[in-house]
């Protein structure tokens, strides 16, 4: 157990489904992060937040929405998504600190779209 | 791109034997990281090495870092089959948020 849960682990939906990815981390950690997996493919980042803030979205498509309501709390929001878009989604999170610090990841949700 | 790079892709060694692999990457970074990830789970952080720093242990893991050669190796002595996963080296940069960038990974397999 890393500190990082994500909910649901696994995920089938339709394309024209609507739904919601949970990561919640208790660490105090300020800094959260989306991760997408895909086979044959490096880990790609997706969104940075950072007290709440979005620092970072890595030209993604709109039909991923990220919500961060608080330091302890990311969901991804889900809708019109491709078959494409089936892949491991991973949260992490970090503290901020100088010179950097480890990310702990959940173990993730594995998302098929159909 | 700031993305690292492993190599090699795949590995596979016998138990009790050391694992080298390697990760080179094309920006000025603030620290490398390794970690280890099993089939389809979340990724463990393994080790931190900043940009000031050349080499760093932990445990049976050593991780070097050539900064004017953009490289980083890290190897596992003694290995076992549990130490079986792959490996990823993930570049970060500092802006705000630590922004942790991870190349494609070399998959290590322990033959018993």
């Known amino acids: 157990e890393t500190g990082v849960t994500q909910t649901p682990r696994h995920l089938v939906m339709g394309m024209t489904n609507k739904k919601s990815l949970k990561c919640e981390q208790h660490l105090g950690h300020n800094a959260m992060y989306w991760y997408k997996q895909s086979a044959k493919k490096p880990l790609e980042l997706m969104f940075v937040?950072?007290?709440?803030?979005?620092?970072e979205n890595n030209s993604v498509p709109s039909r991923f929405s990220p919500e961060c309501p608080n330091s302890s709390h990311l969901f991804l929001h889900l809708h019109t998504l491709q078959p494409e878009d089936s892949a491991l989604y991973l949260c992490a999170s970090s503290r901020e600190l100088r010179g950097g610090t480890e990310a702990f990841f959940g173990q993730g949700t594995r998302l098929t779209v159909v | 791109s700031q993305q690292g790079e492993e190599d090699p892709q795949a590995l596979s060694i016998q138990e009790g034997e050391n694992a080298t692999m390697n990760c080179s990457y094309k920006t000025s970074i603030n620290n490398l990281q390794w970690y280890r990830q099993n089939s389809g789970r979340g990724l463990v952080h393994l080790i931190l090495?900043?940009?000031?720093?050349r080499e760093k242990h932990s445990g049976r893991l050593r991780v070097t870092l050539d900064t004017s050669k953009k490289s980083s190796s890290l190897l596992i002595t003694a290995s076992r089959a549990a130490d079986t996963a792959s490996y990823f080296c993930?570049?970060?940069?500092?802006?705000?948020?630590?922004?942790?960038?991870f190349g494609q990974g070399t998959r290590l397999t322990i033959n018993p």
């Open positions: 090495i900043r940009s000031n720093e």
């Open positions: 937040y950072n007290f709440k803030e979005q620092t």
């Open positions: 993930a570049t970060a940069l500092i802006q705000g948020a630590q922004k942790l960038v």
